[in-house]
């Protein structure tokens, strides 16, 4: 910032001073002006690396970027009878990895998902894959979309969940992220 104003006064000097040149006085010189133009690049919002995030912000989990966006807290439960309830999860998957530089191509599904009560119960993913309707769009169920670096999924994940509990959380967890990452309802 000092720099800025000491150019800019330096130009200022110049312009009053190029006047008496050709026997000009520096009153009949019109007067030079400088506009200076300063770009300034917005940062991205920073991405949460840790603890327990709001619905719709971002985890940093290594590999790609995770957010849970949205919770439907009772799914209708069709053609499957033994299930009473069922509650679902839109998420988001960006890949952060290049999997043709840094190894491992980046996979996505359902199995990495929980969803917790206030009670502290913890319930997976249905499981089920053929026969029933889940909320569309689905994320990746049973088997894992390879996803290249950049690439985005964004779909709902479904967990069976126990009648009458109040959902409090989502929680990704998985053995290729540093550490579990859990979003609050």
Request: proline share 8%; glycine share 8%.
């Amino acid at each position: 910032m000092l720099r800025r104003q000491l150019v800019a006064a330096t130009l200022m000097m110049i312009a009053a001073g190029c006047g008496v040149a050709d026997g000009k006085t520096a009153s009949s010189v019109p007067a030079a002006t400088t506009t200076a133009t300063v770009t300034v690049t917005a940062k991205p919002d920073p991405v949460e690396q840790t603890g327990t995030l709001e619905l719709g912000q971002t985890a940093d989990v290594g590999f790609a970027r995770m957010t849970a966006l949205q919770v439907d807290p009772d799914v209708p439960v069709d053609n499957y009878k033994p299930q009473k309830r069922w509650s679902s999860v839109l998420v988001r998957a960006c890949a952060t990895v290049d999997r043709d530089k840094d190894g491992d191509p980046v996979q996505v599904s359902w199995a990495p998902w929980t969803v917790n009560d206030r009670q502290d119960g913890v319930y997976q993913i249905t499981g089920l894959t053929g026969g029933v309707t889940y909320p569309v769009p689905t994320y990746p169920t049973e088997t894992p979309q390879t996803l290249n670096k950049g690439q985005c999924i964004k779909g709902w994940v479904t967990f069976n969940v126990a009648p009458g509990v109040k959902l409090a959380s989502v929680t990704y967890t998985s053995d290729a992220a540093p550490r579990p990452v859990t979003w609050n309802f």
